[in-house]
């Protein structure tokens, strides 16, 4: 079936081959963002899989590596066609985009269409970030907690992964932020303060903290009666982040 979906690609596009799109998991598609690439009106493509277990995962039908039904890869291309000069970029996000390692033949496809490309990752995968990054434009990653507190978030003691991608990111001259999604009932400001702390410690200028938002999500005790605001936060706490970071924003994650 995807040889006939090639060939029929090919008639249609024959400066843009577009096999690449039957590689990775495409399980959902945002079709015009302006939240999830700083700056540019986005499509955002969410990929199929995750291993963690995030209690405040907003994808959480996106976890297991085999989901349901996929985008074909032809209504993906005729997406793209139909979107260039309307849209500035597509962003990968998931799931967790990195964990495919067709991912930066999907990405060529993408920037041979003309789109800049965006990426959303946890920063499990150094290795595949790293084959990423001379096609991006702008990457967002989670830092989720300090490393005593990443596998009680997560579920995984993914610390030293996360950090190995931060340092790559940074180092990369890549437009990036890094962002923490806080929940009052997950961690303490103080851990928030500790964890921005370290990854500015390591060389970040963008770091972004999120208060988490209950849409999507479905653990249910994380779901407050009044849910905590943008307005709650500490101010001491604020103005220290403030002061780790050439760029820090508080938004609604
Ligand atoms: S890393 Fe992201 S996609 Fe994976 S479980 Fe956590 S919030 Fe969900």
């Given amino acids: 079936m995807s040889g006939s979906i090639s060939a029929n690609l090919q008639n249609h596009a024959p400066s843009v081959p577009v096999d690449s799109l039957a590689k990775v998991p495409i399980a959902g598609i945002v079709r015009f963002s302006t939240l999830d690439y700083p700056g540019k009106l986005a499509a955002v493509l969410f990929t199929q899989g995750c291993p963690w277990k995030c209690a405040y995962c907003h994808n959480a039908h996106l976890q297991p590596?085999?989901?349901?039904?996929?985008?074909?890869?032809?209504?993906?291309?005729?997406f793209f066609e139909n979107r260039r000069g309307l849209l500035d970029a597509i962003v990968l996000s998931g799931g967790e985009p990195t964990l495919h390692s067709r991912l930066p033949d999907f990405a060529e496809t993408i920037l041979k269409f003309g789109f800049a490309l965006g990426l959303h990752t946890n920063?499990?995968?150094?290795?595949?970030?790293?084959?990423?990054?001379?096609?991006?434009?702008?990457?967002g990653m989670d830092v989720k907690a300090p490393r005593t507190r990443y596998a009680a978030i997560t579920g995984v003691a993914a610390f030293e992964n996360v950090e190995k991608?931060?340092?790559?990111?940074?180092?990369?001259?890549?437009?990036?932020?890094?962002?923490?999604?806080?929940?009052?009932?997950?961690?303490?400001e103080d851990?928030?303060?500790?964890?921005?702390?370290?990854?500015?410690h390591i060389g970040a200028k963008s770091f972004i903290l999120q208060v988490f938002?209950?849409?999507?999500?479905?653990?249910?005790?994380?779901?407050?009666?009044?849910?905590?605001?943008?307005?709650?936060?500490?101010?001491?706490?604020?103005?220290?982040?403030?002061?780790?970071?050439?760029?820090f924003a508080i938004r609604n994650g």
């Fill in 65 to 78: 590596l085999q989901g349901g039904a996929m985008i074909p890869p032809a209504a993906l291309r005729h």
């Fill in 123 to 139: 920063g499990m995968n150094p290795a595949g970030l790293q084959s990423l990054l001379p096609l991006c434009h702008w990457i």
């Fill in 165 to 188: 991608s931060a340092r790559l990111l940074i180092e990369s001259g890549i437009d990036y932020e890094l962002r923490l999604t806080y929940h009052p009932a997950l961690l303490a």
């Fill in 191 to 200: 851990e928030v303060l500790e964890t921005a702390r370290h990854f500015s």
């Fill in 213 to 247: 938002r209950p849409q999507g999500c479905s653990a249910e005790n994380l779901i407050l009666k009044n849910p905590f605001k943008i307005g709650d936060l500490s101010r001491a706490l604020t103005e220290k982040l403030a002061g780790l970071f050439p760029y």
